[in-house]
């Protein structure tokens, strides 16, 4: 009977630590989103200017910025893969995401200018969602 307690108070132990610190590294570890950015509405008209920066920012539940993708001088429509090697917070990484992409010619990012273009995928996404699609509109 104390051998049984004594396993099962071992397995519950090991299952606790698998999931306190190996949740963590496994998000990091699958974390890989993809799809395209494209220019909407008005946008799919106008060129993109010379020099222009397109950043798609993977946000987590909490609307914390924790990876970001850098495109320079993208050309429409742009595939893109945000993945861990773009984590720039990866402690706050979470199962779902919010992906928002930016476009300007200025290069700061959260700074919106005359010409700035933004959009975002709807709703939350899975770390690991193929075939997103996002549009950019003014």
Known sequence: MVKKLFWT?????AVFG???FGYPEALRYFFKASGT???GGAASQALPAPNSMLFVVASNDGGVPVAVKKIINPV???????NSS???MPDLLTSRIYLEAMLNTHGNLGVFRTGDLRGKCPGRVYIFTKG???KLEK
Do not use: H
């Open 37 to 39: 950015v494209e220019l």
């Open 76 to 82: 429409f429509p742009v595939e893109f893969e945000i």
């Open 132 to 134: 997103l699609s996002i």
């Open 86 to 88: 773009n984590l720039i």
């Open 9 to 13: 108070a071992a397995l519950a132990a």
């Open 18 to 20: 698998a999931w306190r």
